[in-house]
Each structure stands twice: as structure tokens, then as C-alpha cells.
């Protein structure tokens, strides 16, 4: 036997086609875009934020690709009616400061639910996007409202399980 023929018989022959991983294009992801509303009554807030945040990032989908946004769009009504576990009501505080001296602020999440209900369930699913630019468009596809109502009805949302 020559060199190339004990080469070619070591190797295994393939019975089909060749397996290639599939990479989702943006034009593909674009295509298939559904709109999905969420009821966050009584949900804890990050079991809700993180099921949100897989179907933004489009891993719910078998096109998933992680460099391209084939997420779907996500409707969360009824954000003041969020439960936080244990204390976390009265303990939990949402920081911020304003960059000049002094600016430094902090508010309990009930004092901040009461104000500003959407701004927990925002700054939670944030967290669990990625922090690029990527992370940034995956947000605007997210709506969040405090009411039960919202203006997406002609979008003929679905309801997430």
C-alpha cells in the first residue's frame, strides 16, 4: 500500500450531506418578528425578567444566533401589580447618582413601584441582556406599561406562557 491509499482508507467515509451550523442573517430574524404581551400580576420579578429576556434575545426560537437580534417584540401590562419576594419590598433600594457632588440617590423599590412602576421590571431585564450594543436595540423592543391596557392592539399580540 502507497501512503495515499493507507491515508484514505484510515479515514471513515461520510454517508450524506455535509452538517453545517446555521447562522441567522439579519434579514432572516427580521421576518419572523411576533409581538408577545405579558401579565406580570402577582409574577415575582426575576422569574418574569428572565423569560422576558429569552424571548427578546430570540433564544426561545431554533434560528437562534448569538450576534444577531431575532428576538421578538414583548408587551408587559399590569406592572404595578409585580411581587417581590421575602422583604425585598421595604429592604431593596434602587441607587442612582447625578455625577456632582452630593448627587447621590437611593429609594426603596415600594416608594419607587408607587412613582414610577415600569422603571423595576426595565432595570431587571436590562441586567439580563447583553451589555452592548447588541443589549441596547434588544430594549427598545420592549414595552412595559402599569396599566392593564396598552396601544400595541393592532400588533395582535399573543399571550406568553
Request: hydrophobic share 35%; no cysteine.
Amino acid at each position: 500500500m502507497t501512503t495515499n491509499e493507507a491515508s484514505t482508507a484510515a479515514t471513515p467515509k461520510q454517508s450524506g450531506p455535509i452538517q453545517k451550523t446555521f447562522s441567522a442573517k439579519k434579514e432572516q430574524a427580521l421576518l419572523d418578528r411576533q409581538w408577545w404581551v405579558v401579565d406580570a400580576t402577582d409574577q415575582p420579578l426575576g422569574r418574569l425578567a428572565s423569560k422576558v429576556a429569552m424571548v427578546l434575545r430570540g433564544k426561545t426560537k431554533p434560528t437562534y444566533t448569538p450576534h444577531v437580534d431575532a428576538g421578538d417584540f414583548v408587551i408587559v401590562v399590569n406592572a404595578h401589580k409585580i411581587k417581590l419576594t421575602g422583604r425585598k419590598l421595604e429592604q431593596k433600594k434602587y441607587y442612582r447618582h447625578s455625577g456632582e457632588p452630593g448627587g447621590f440617590r437611593e429609594e426603596k423599590y415600594a416608594d419607587l413601584l408607587k412613582r414610577k412602576p415600569e422603571l423595576p421590571i426595565m432595570k431587571a431585564v436590562k441586567g439580563m441582556l447583553p451589555k452592548n450594543i447588541l443589549g441596547r436595540e434588544l430594549l427598545t423592543k420592549l414595552k412595559v406599561y402599569a396599566a392593564a391596557d396598552h396601544p400595541h392592539a393592532a400588533q395582535k399580540p399573543q399571550p406568553l406562557k
